[in-house]
């Protein structure tokens, strides 16, 4: 199963686009990624997710590089209500179905 | 189109007791996995159903349970509870498909406290 590194904390300001990076080294080639977020005391909610390039939503932006090793989330614009835990999830294939690990997320702060 | 429902939202158990959550999935789902999730250890995987069928497992002692029924509800259950079990557990809901690439859908989350 592929682990997933990313960073435990981020500070930013409304309005600042924000990044999060996450490093995904042994990614299998039938694996997809995958961003969640979560507030306190609730279930995750699905961003966005992808395989490889980029895909954009109606919320975030996600950036895929060609060797798939990492991949960045874009969030525009973020505002106070983006404070959250952001987690990002790397699996897909039928060898490990449903069997999807969580890393340790990274924790944005946004600030006014 | 109604979201994952959990139950109950919060129990109170004593060290000792046993304990079952339901989750219903969304409607057409068919794979129903469980979370738990504590400050310390983050979200971990308990196991995961499809049709009824219980696909993969996490590293969790056997007190922890669970089943799925012919309509995708599922039910967990944790036996003899000990303190270490107080935490959210969360169910999540998919397609066939979405259990194998990651897309998720998850419910409230039933808080538990073991005194």
């Known amino acids: 199963l592929a682990k997933t590194t990313q960073p435990i904390s981020m500070d930013s300001y409304e309005g600042q686009e924000v990044n999060i990076t996450c490093s995904h080294n042994?990614?299998?080639?039938?694996?997809?990624i995958t961003w969640y977020q979560q507030f306190p005391s609730q279930g995750p909610r699905f961003i966005i997710q992808?395989?490889?390039t980029k895909v954009t939503n109606e919320v975030a932006s996600l950036f895929i590089p060609a060797d798939r090793k990492s991949s960045t989330l874009s969030l525009p614009r973020v505002s106070l209500s983006d404070t959250a835990v952001y987690y990002c999830?790397?699996?897909?294939?039928?060898?490990?179905?449903?069997?999807?690990?969580f890393g340790q997320g990274t924790t944005l702060q946004v600030k006014p | 189109k109604a979201g994952v429902t959990q139950t109950p939202r919060y129990l109170i158990k004593t060290r000792g007791q046993q304990v079952t959550l339901s989750c219903s999935p969304i409607?057409?789902?068919?794979?129903v996995s469980w979370y738990q999730q504590t400050p310390g250890q983050g979200l971990q995987f308990l196991f995961e159903?499809?049709?009824?069928?219980?696909?993969n497992k996490g590293n969790f002692p056997g007190r922890f349970s669970g089943r799925q029924f012919s309509n995708s509800r599922s039910e967990m259950n944790v036996s003899t509870l000990e303190l270490g079990d107080s935490a959210l557990y969360l169910c999540?809901?998919?397609?066939?498909?979405?259990?194998?690439?990651?897309?998720?859908?998850f419910g409230e989350g039933s808080r538990l406290t073991v005194l």
């Open positions: 992808g395989y490889k």
């Open positions: 999830l790397v699996g897909g294939g039928s060898s490990n179905t449903g069997k999807l690990i």
């Open positions: 042994n990614i299998a080639t039938n694996d997809y």
């Open positions: 999540a809901s998919s397609s066939r498909t979405g259990a194998e690439t990651g897309e998720l859908f």
């Open positions: 159903y499809f049709s009824e069928t219980q696909r």
């Open positions: 409607s057409g789902h068919r794979s």
